[in-house]
C-alpha cells in the first residue's frame, strides 16, 4: 500500500469509523457496525487459521452475532467449510473475490489489527 492509500485508510477509519469512540467497547461496536453495513454476503475467499498455515477456500456468509465478537473482542463472521458453518475471525479471512467495499471493509479490519489496535 503506497502513502497515499494508507492516508486514506487511516482517515476512513477515523472519521467513519471510530469517530465519537471514547473506549474499547465503543469501537468494537462501531467495528461490527461498519462491518455489517458494507461486507455483501455471501462471498468466497480464503481462510488462514492462525492454529495452521493450512489455506481453504471457504465461503463466507455472514456476521456472526454482536455479542459472539463482544466476548471475543474480535470480529468474527460465519463461513462455509467442509459441509459445515464456522465462526472464524475476520482477521483470517483474505483474498475475498467480492465487490470493492468488502474488500476495502476486509483490508480495513486487518489494517486496524496490524497496526495493535485489537
Not at 485508510?9 to 469509523?17: A, H, S
Not at 481462510?47 to 473482542?73: A, F, G, H, Q, T
Not at 474480535?74 to 472464524?88: K, N, R, S
Request: proline share 2%; glycine share 2%; aromatic share 12%.
Amino acid at each position: 500500500m503506497n502513502k497515499l492509500e494508507e492516508k486514506k485508510r487511516e482517515e476512513r477509519i477515523e472519521n467513519e469509523i471510530v469517530v465519537d469512540c471514547y473506549n474499547s467497547e465503543e469501537q468494537l461496536s462501531s467495528w461490527y457496525y461498519y462491518l455489517e453495513d458494507k461486507l455483501d454476503f455471501p462471498f468466497d475467499a480464503i481462510w488462514k487459521s492462525s492454529e495452521d498455515s493450512i489455506e481453504e477456500k471457504v465461503r463466507v456468509i455472514e456476521m456472526s452475532d454482536y455479542l459472539d465478537c463482544d466476548d471475543e473482542k474480535d470480529m468474527l463472521v460465519e463461513i462455509e467449510f467442509e459441509g459445515e458453518t464456522l465462526a472464524v475471525s475476520l482477521f483470517e479471512i483474505f483474498s475475498p473475490k467480492a465487490n470493492n467495499a468488502t474488500i476495502d471493509a476486509i483490508e480495513d479490519w486487518h489494517y486496524w489489527v496490524n497496526s495493535g489496535n485489537r
